[in-house]
């Protein structure tokens, strides 16, 4: 079992830079692949980005925006959004996946962007 916590959502402007964190309770050596989703209200979770021994991915909206980074010391993973925009507000969630290919959600954090 993997527990997953996010937290960092808020309020910011347009233009504003917020910080997600999301700390993973497992030992990190059971933990392949770490990311971040969104959804908003009527359609489909989608991925924003993800890190693995791989690399890592974005989806093209917020390449050159945000950036996903990992701490296996501290079993977290970070993703700094810069350059916000108001179609970046989404309930963000966290996604942690075990080389066994187990999938584990956090309980979500909103981001709201005003323009």
């Known amino acids: 079992q993997v527990q997953v916590v996010e937290s960092g959502g808020g309020l910011v402007q347009a233009g504003g830079s917020l910080r997600l964190s999301c700390v993973a309770s497992s030992n990190i050596f059971s933990i392949n692949t770490m990311g971040w989703y969104r959804q908003t209200p009527g359609k489909q979770r989608e991925m924003v980005a993800t890190?693995?021994?791989?690399?890592?991915k974005y989806t093209d909206s917020v390449k050159g925006r945000f950036t996903i980074s990992r701490d296996n010391a501290k079993n977290t993973v970070l993703l700094q959004m810069n350059s916000l925009k108001p179609e970046d507000t989404a309930v963000y969630y966290c996604?942690?996946?075990?080389?066994?290919?187990?999938?584990?959600w956090g309980q979500g954090t909103q981001v709201t962007v005003s323009s």
């Open positions: 996604w942690v996946v075990t080389p066994l290919k187990y999938e584990y």
């Open positions: 890190i693995s021994g791989g690399g890592t």
